[in-house]
């Protein structure tokens, strides 16, 4: 099992950088594939990034493509998701998620941490 804590949210003006950070405990870090999520005031939850557990593989949503850029650190037990470029509509509550194996996917993820919020003015 793995608990899942984020820093990093806060409020941006469009076009600034923030980088978001979620720490996991436990011994089993590496075992996990990590997953980025988001969701804005009014809207579902939507995938944003994700890694594979050797870190060797990374997806992201259309929208955050060429912008965001999520990674991985082994020794800090941590994955970060800096995000460059951005926009109002990035606005929302970001999510950290952990699911065991290998491959890097878009759902299915079985821990949460409890959220950062980011907000971007235009």
């Known amino acids: 099992q793995v608990q899942l804590v984020e820093s990093g949210g806060g409020l941006v003006q469009a076009g600034g950088s923030l980088r978001l950070s979620c720490l996991a405990s436990?011994?089993?870090?590496?075992?996990?594939?990590m997953g980025w999520f988001r969701q804005a005031p009014g809207k579902e939850r939507e995938f944003v990034a994700a890694?594979?557990?050797?870190?060797?593989?990374?997806v992201y949503a259309d929208s955050v493509k060429g912008r965001f850029t999520i990674s991985r650190d082994f020794a800090k037990k941590t994955v970060y998701l800096q995000m460059n470029s951005l926009k109002p509509d990035d606005t929302g509550v970001y999510y950290c998620a952990a699911r065991p194996g290998s491959m890097v996917v878009t759902t299915e993820y079985d821990y949460w941490g409890q959220g950062t919020r980011v907000t971007v003015s235009s």
């Open positions: 890694i594979s557990w050797s870190g060797s593989s990374t």
């Open positions: 436990g011994r089993t870090f590496s075992m996990y594939a």
